[in-house]
């Protein structure tokens, strides 16, 4: 078994069901998989594509794989809740009301077809977040997608630190590994953008492992991550990836030092990197933060001014899932281009969220969010050694999601399907807790 000092599988019971030995197969390749996006998208539109909207129907190794799961943990999942009424599931009524909305929004969409695109996407993200938060019940399968997680951190770093020594993009079959224009690194997360999204959601919960019991070997994976990880953001060069990441690691810090659990380690591993970058990467950190890049700015205020445009218009109900790069025509004339001549869906996801599927759809959006976090800000209360510092970890790597989510787009696949799993596993560490039979003291 992969991960640190796993614990046997056990039986399930209606209490704490335990997963086989293929369930965790087949979630260990859906964790491997989703940073290497070994995917198809059907009857694919570059076109739309070009504007910034999901193209086509997406059909993963990740899709088949919750196929199978949810073929075996559907009927056997409703024989426990007739055998044991306590057997509840465990859901998220926020996420559950964004997608209901996104659902309706079939209604306005003026092409129903494109807006199937994100539904699709979302179904299979949110079926990711339901298994995870019902299926994950003991430190052994706490432990086991943590270390798969780190263990594509550390894969996935690898592969972008050799891309600028390599000097061009690499593809092998269906993985595709970017180096763009101007030497900025994506990986085979995308774009760099995308991959600086994927390390702001991941470097603190490598982080956070300085602040738990595991054992050595498990801290050095996780220190290892967190290094390639963190040099990895630097060759992305996406600032907004590296506010949202200083913000992610703020906050664990603070949280962590509230909770008395911060360790000498963690400071020290901080540094260590710091010094790291500073001196590997120093020249191109300060070029990119001192560059002016007036006119990227610049560029962006049309599409922000054809966002609000869309909204004035269809505040309520939106234009539809996925459908706001089909109206973009619209609402250019109301936006100052002046020759700029660069029509796409606006990089704020939140925006994209209220012109879509209207303000009912952005406060459910928000509300799944931050509904998560304060899940996890509760379990990190408790005096759990293992438990409490991931979800640190965890509830940073969103916070700062949060922060870049203002500055860019969250449409690709292996991001919303990473978010969604994050949050199931917030949602596992929170119950696992409240079903505990013995309760841990709350510190202060």
């Known amino acids: 078994m992969i991960g640190d000092k796993l614990e046997p599988l056990k039986r399930p019971t209606p209490d704490a069901p335990g997963q086989t030995w293929w369930e965790r197969l087949l979630l260990g390749v859906i964790l491997i998989e989703l940073p290497l996006q070994l995917d198809v998208n059907l009857n694919y539109s570059y076109e739309l594509a070009s504007r ?24 056997t999942s409703a024989v426990r809740r007739r055998a044991d009424r306590r057997h509840g599931l465990r859901t998220n009524v926020a996420l559950l009301a964004y997608l209901a909305i996104a659902v309706c929004s079939l209604l306005v969409a003026r092409s129903p077809a ?34 798969l997680l780190l263990i594509g951190l550390v894969v996935q770093g690898a592969i972008m630190v050799s891309l600028p020594v390599i000097g061009h ?38 982080l956070s492992y300085t602040l738990t019991n595991v054992s050595h070997r498990m801290k050095t994976l996780a220190g290892a991550g967190f290094v390639l990880g963190a040099a990895s953001l630097v060759l ?22 509230r ?41 962006r205020i049309p599409l922000m001014e ?12 939106g234009v539809g899932a996925n459908n706001f790069a089909l109206v973009l025509g619209d609402y250019a004339c109301q936006a100052r281009f ?83 799993l994050l949050a199931g596993l917030v949602t596992a560490l929170y119950y696992m807790h409240r079903h505990e039979k013995r309760r841990l003291p709350v510190t202060s």
């Open 52 to 75: 910034g909207a999901l193209g086509g129907f997406n059909v993963s190794l990740t899709t088949i794989c919750l196929l199978l799961l949810y073929a075996w943990w559907v009927p």
């Open 114 to 147: 494109f807006a199937l695109y994100e539904l699709n996407q979302l179904g299979q993200a949110f079926l990711l977040f339901h298994y995870v938060a019902n299926r994950i019940r003991s430190r052994s399968d706490v432990r086991f997608v943590c270390t």
């Open 338 to 420: 002046r020759g700029l001549g660069f029509v796409y869906v606006v990089h704020n996801q939140y925006l994209v969220a209220w012109a879509e599927t209207g303000i009912l759809g952005l406060l459910a959006f928000v509300g799944f969010l931050v509904s998560t976090i304060a899940l996890g800000w509760h379990v990190s209360k408790r005096n759990d050694p293992l438990i409490a510092p991931l979800a640190m970890g965890l509830i940073a790597g969103i916070s700062g999601e949060m922060v870049h989510m203002l500055a860019e787009l969250y449409r690709q696949r292996s991001l919303v399907q990473l978010l969604f």
């Open 169 to 206: 993009s690499v593809k092998i079959g269906m993985i595709h590994a970017r180096l763009d224009e101007g030497a900025r690194v994506g990986g085979t997360v995308g774009g760099p953008n995308g991959a600086g999204s994927y390390l702001t959601l991941l470097l603190p919960l490598a």
């Open 259 to 299: 909770r008395r659990r911060l360790p000498v380690m963690m400071p020290a591993l901080l540094g260590a990197t710091a010094i790291l970058l500073a001196v590997a990467l120093g020249p191109m950190i300060i070029d990119r933060v001192t560059a002016s890049d007036a006119g990227a700015a610049y560029s």
């Open 236 to 257: 992305t060069r996406s600032r907004g990836s590296w506010i949202g990441c200083a913000v992610a690691i703020a906050v664990l810090l603070l949280v962590a030092w």
């Open 306 to 317: 054809m966002a609000f445009a869309a909204i004035v218009a269809h505040p309520v109900r």
